[in-house]
């Protein structure tokens, strides 16, 4: 099957010529939704965060991303910035509309977490925490509002939480409060916005393989460890997570929002509780 043929086998309704930007474009999940939208022929404004330290390993990811989009023949931008500053935020969404002539989704992928015990925890890493993940998806989200509300456009957001949302994750307090934040604006804009024709909906990936989670994932022990709590006994891969990304883009998802769609095995099901448990 050529790659032609490939993509038109992959189409997915009304993402044909649309504007997406992607905020976390570079790599792991941000870079197979990047790819994703590509091939189903939308054009893609991807984000990406330079500082001195990441610059070389950020200059890396950004060429394989903007190189695998450009393969579909679709139209691609770099944006850089820092999502949780508010200046940044406003000329990234600027700069995207600029380029691209418009938008029409807005898909909130940038994240971090940073590990701690809670008690341990500084309030200037919490902060950061939720700066990035809450603080910056709202900032994107205002900005894409605006947008689609001065062109008097329908439009569609798609956040990127986790399954965090509803589990409890020990030890990443920050990341966890950010997330059930995430589902929260996404219900309440999704509410607001719905009678102009703004849809919002989330994915919450559950254990996915990305670069940044090699350390379990190339660790045999690790590796049982999270599969052991998932009813499908292993972990999502990146395209898996894109796929649903594109559908709650897509007009296939019309009549969607203020959802969260868990893409995670069965995690959510809580596998602890395959075996009935009884007093009897």
């Known amino acids: 099957m050529t790659m032609v043929e490939t993509a038109a086998a992959r189409e997915m309704r009304g993402l044909q010529g649309k504007n997406v930007l992607v905020t976390g474009g570079t790599s792991g999940i941000g870079q197979a939704i990047a790819v994703r939208f590509a091939e189903h022929g939308a054009n893609v404004a991807i984000n990406y965060l330079r500082t001195p330290d990441e610059a070389a390993e950020t200059e890396s990811q950004v060429h394989a991303c903007t190189a695998r ?26 700069q995207a509309i600029e380029q691209l002539g418009g938008i029409d ?9 940073i590990s701690r015990p809670s008690h341990e925890l500084s309030s200037a890493d919490f902060d950061k925490v939720l700066a990035v993940n809450l603080r910056g998806s ?5 900005e894409a509002i605006r947008h ?4 008097e456009k329908p439009g569609s957001i798609v956040n990127v939480s986790s399954v965090h949302q509803l589990i409890p994750k020990p030890s990443y307090l920050g990341y966890s409060v950010s997330k059930g934040g995430m589902m929260n604006l996404t219900r309440t804009l999704a509410l607001e ?22 350390a379990w ?10 599969v052991s709590h998932i009813p499908i006994p292993r972990a999502g891969e990146s395209d898996e997570m894109a796929g649903v990304v594109c559908f709650l883009a897509s007009a296939d998802a019309a009549y969607i929002t203020g959802q969260t ?4 095995g069965g995690l959510t099901l809580f596998a602890d509780f395959r075996e009935p448990w009884s007093s009897e």
């Open 261 to 264: 769609i868990f893409v995670d």
């Open 138 to 142: 709202f900032l994107c989200a205002r």
């Open 148 to 151: 689609f509300l001065a062109e």
């Open 217 to 226: 994932i190339d660790d045999p022990v690790k590796r049982e460890m999270v």
């Open 193 to 214: 916005y719905a009678a102009n024709g703004i849809r919002v909906n989330a994915v919450g990936p559950g254990a996915t393989v990305t670069p940044i989670n090699r």
């Open 69 to 94: 989009v450009r393969q579909h023949g679709v139209r691609d931008v770099l944006v850089g910035a820092d999502v949780s500053d508010e200046d940044q935020v406003v000329a990234m969404v600027a």
């Open 105 to 113: 989704v807005l898909v909130n992928n940038a994240g971090i977490q």
